[in-house]
């Protein structure tokens, strides 16, 4: 039975793209197939989920590639790791289908 992938994608705007960007990857590269630079980054969690951002200069462009019914817990699960590092400034998130 396959499961149907569905994407999705935000804008957050941020002065602090790249940091966070690059903290996000950083943070993941002990657990999951993570590549990056200043300006892209992409997080392999599982074969089927998938992380992909770009650093603008003021914005944090992230866009996600997951099952359906995983995408609205991994869409939590960035928001609230890109939040935490982002604790000096308040952040929208807010999700469009791809």
């Known amino acids: 039975m396959s499961q149907t992938m569905t994407r999705t994608r935000c804008t957050v705007p941020t002065e602090h793209a790249s940091r966070y960007l690059q903290q996000l990857c950083k943070h993941w590269t002990h657990k999951f197939e993570?590549?990056?630079?200043p300006a892209?980054?992409?997080?392999?969690?599982?074969?089927?989920?998938?992380?992909?951002?770009?650093?603008t200069p003021t914005a944090l462009e992230?866009?996600?590639?997951?099952?359906?019914?995983?995408?609205?817990?991994?869409?939590?699960v960035v928001d609230s790791h890109i939040v935490r590092f982002a604790f000096r400034e308040e952040l929208r998130f807010d999700w469009q289908a791809a």
């Open 40 to 55: 892209q980054g992409r997080i392999l969690l599982t074969e089927d989920r998938e992380v992909t951002m770009t650093a």
């Open 62 to 76: 992230v866009r996600l590639s997951a099952p359906a019914e995983a995408m609205e817990h991994l869409q939590h």
């Open 34 to 37: 993570v590549s990056f630079d």
